[in-house]
């Protein structure tokens, strides 16, 4: 169910953006006014404005209830937890190969007795 909606939410997004980019801007009502021309259109005299403008209402409702039902789902979700907890740790830790105990005693003496080198 979430996959699907999430799919959905796409389509919407970009049904969305599509719809916004037809439609004309408010300039574009004086050029129509002085004899554009655009009573011969698809959508008639009054221009594709109350259909694209509908439609994008309406996907933009389905977008916002789309995009709560998606928010409920996830906080009810029943694994609880942040994902670094319920990570599972694929090889233990381990010394590494060349251990600090086992340093020739000429190199432990040059580095002042301690078990790291000194810095030249």
């Not at 699907?4 to 439609?23: E, K, R």
């Not at 021309?37 to 694209?52: D, E, H, T, Y």
């Not at 233990?92 to 060349?98: D, H, I, R, S, V």
């Amino acid at each position: 169910m979430q996959s699907f909606l999430l799919v959905f939410h796409v389509f919407l997004s970009v049904g969305i953006i599509a719809l916004v980019l037809l439609q004309r801007g408010k300039g574009a009502d004086a050029g129509a006014a002085l004899g554009g021309g655009s009573s011969g259109s698809v959508f008639g005299s009054q221009g594709s404005s109350n259909f694209l403008s509908t439609t994008t209402a309406v996907f933009a409702t389905a977008f916002f209830v789309v995009s709560l039902t998606l928010a409920y789902m996830a906080s009810n979700r029943e694994q609880a937890g942040s994902v670094v907890n319920n990570s599972v740790i694929s090889a233990p830790l381990e010394k590494p190969a060349a251990v600090v105990d086992d340093m020739p005693a000429a190199v432990k003496s040059e580095s002042n007795g301690s078990d790291v080198p000194a810095a030249e």
